[in-house]
């Protein structure tokens, strides 16, 4: 049996996904929200379907042994997994594909491709699993570079020493979540990161996206993990030192984590590990709205608890995920421990969430099972299911958007509010019916992180200009009244334009000089995050 292969124009691998009586149930369902009679499913893409334009350059003869431009790889490495990426695999719509993609086997590899990219004007784009959803893969349009070069960093896959005294492991970089996690389990030690995307991503990924993962409160980024940091610049190598803490002058590491390969190729990292957890206690909570919901997380927050998992759902969230009937909010909250019981801390938890009308919902015999089982199960499962679905939901031209942000406390309830306005408006106006609807995926002591999700019915052949219109419409109020652009989703493509007025101007400058000092030549996954200078 070959090796399997991922979708060039959708999630997963070729075959994985709902079967086609999961996609009609899925179609009458969306039909149904949507007040339409029937949703169509058109047939997805194969292979054969693509044709690109001939490469514009050719690998050095040192180089071509782990160099393709194989048809199937350039395809798969033209985007990453946002919904534009996706509308445009599925219609095979590949105007601008990499010109060769590259296999480095070692960071020798890894400088000797770069060198060439320098010397011959080449655009170098690091691509860890890919499931970039805000453009952060995608070869620049620029007609400054003669070709792009799409760096693969898949072969550097293996944890390569593990200190279990200090419970940290040096790890190369492309090592997807499953294998990394594979590796650390006979240690009895785990780095317990699991992005929606962990399946397909990779640790270097993560780092240079500044992902949030399973922590809902405290260890919320992959920041929290990394210890040092080595990175591969067209100006040579780059290593921090490797310590608990330093007050030292600004960090290194926080140059580069959330860079998104354009300041250099993160190759290593020494990451802080956990021991597996032993312990493990959960519940589910209703409450009567999201509003009451928002203040038991909050206290819960204030507390000092720090749950493992603090997931609030409106009530449309909870219904679609299967969690509720659409008539309450529910919290999935759940705690963790390698070293004690933690049903203690689940029961102050619970008392904060009756303060503010929560009823909760505990497993009797198996409170560690919680997660698994009931409202808190069905979440779970259906948050696994999310992106093998939207293949589904893309295949029927329904637009199918999230975006992420984080506010404080004090400004929550109104910034919900005309975030919630501003995207109904513009889903009614663009797509004449739709809902949205919000979850918390993090929270903090001093605020949340808000996650909504649009669906709606879109038109064949301008659903990419509807998602454009809807998209800028929730991006603007979300800039506009003090939010972040991205929480944990980072910047690409497709987040610049608000990118660009969230940061402060002071801080923009010192990052082209960053880039000009690093990346001379600008050849870095130009676009992303800030322009190369010319």
């Not at 580069?256 to 312990?279: C, H, N, V, Y």
């Not at 909250?333 to 019981?341: G, I, Y």
């Not at 089982?373 to 939207?390: K, S």
Request: hydrophobic share 40%; with cysteine.
């Amino acid at each position: 049996m070959g090796e399997a292969r991922l979708k060039f124009w959708g999630w997963g691998y070729e075959g994985q996904g709902p079967n086609p009586e999961q996609q009609q149930r899925v179609a009458a369902r969306m039909a149904q929200r949507f007040g339409l009679s029937e949703l169509k499913i058109r047939p997805a893409p194969t292979i054969a379907d693509v044709k690109l334009r001939p490469p514009r350059v050719k690998p050095p003869a040192e180089l071509a042994s782990i160099c393709s431009q194989d048809v199937y790889d350039r395809a798969l490495h033209s985007y990453g997994k946002s919904f534009r990426d996706l509308v445009r695999a599925f219609r095979c719509e590949f105007p601008n594909p990499p010109d060769v993609i590259a296999y480095p086997r070692n960071e020798t590899d890894i400088i000797r491709v770069l060198e060439w990219c320098a010397r011959e004007n080449l655009a170098a784009i690091p691509f860890g699993g890919g499931s970039s959803v805000v453009g952060g893969v995608e070869p620049p349009r620029d007609s400054y570079y003669r070709g792009v070069v799409t760096i693969n960093l898949r072969n550097l896959d293996r944890v390569l020493e593990v200190d279990r005294t200090s419970r940290a492991a040096r790890i190369q970089a492309g090592v997807l979540g499953p294998k990394l996690e594979d590796q650390l389990r006979p240690h009895g030690l785990t780095l317990r990161h699991f992005p929606q995307s962990f399946e397909f991503s990779t640790l270097g990924g993560w780092i240079a996206t500044r992902s949030g993962g399973h922590f809902a409160t405290l260890y919320t980024h992959i920041d929290d993990f990394v210890e040092s940091l080595r990175v591969i610049c067209p100006t040579g190598i780059i290593e921090s030192r490797r310590l608990p803490g330093s007050g030292a002058g600004p960090s290194p590491d926080r140059l580069f984590i959330g860079s998104e390969g354009t300041l250099g190729i993160i190759t290593e990292a020494w990451m802080r590990l956990q021991d597996r957890p032993k312990f493990r206690a959960g519940a589910s909570v209703c409450f009567k709205d999201f509003m009451a919901g928002a203040k038991a997380v909050r206290a819960i927050s204030q507390a000092g608890l720090y749950p493992a998992n603090c997931r609030l759902l409106d009530p449309l969230e909870a219904q679609t995920a299967g969690a509720g009937d659409g008539s309450t909010a529910v919290l999935v909250l759940a705690f963790e421990s390698a070293d004690h019981p933690v049903d203690a801390w689940l029961a102050r938890a619970l008392e904060c969430c009756a303060d503010y009308g929560g009823v909760a919902e505990v497993p009797t015999e198996r409170k560690d099972q919680a997660t698994h089982e009931g409202r808190a199960g069905a979440w779970r499962q259906t948050f696994l299911n999310a992106p093998y679905v939207r293949d589904t939901l893309i295949a029927m031209s329904v637009i199918t958007e999230t975006f992420e942000t984080a506010i404080t406390w004090d400004r929550f309830e109104d910034f919900h509010r005309q975030v919630m306005e501003a995207t109904e408006q513009a889903v009614a106006r663009v797509c004449g019916a739709g809902t949205v609807s919000c979850r918390f995926t993090h929270v903090y002591p001093d605020g949340p992180a808000p996650y909504y999700t649009v669906l709606a019915p879109g038109k064949p052949g301008a659903e990419i200009e509807m998602w454009d219109e809807i998209k800028q419409a929730a991006s603007d109020t979300i800039i506009r009244l003090g939010g972040t652009i991205t929480h944990h989703h980072a910047v690409g493509r497709d987040h610049r334009p608000w990118y660009d007025k969230q940061r402060p101007e002071g801080f923009a400058r010192v990052l082209r000089a960053a880039k000009r000092e690093l990346d001379p030549k600008g050849i870095l996954n130009p676009g992303v995050l800030i322009d190369p200078e010319r």
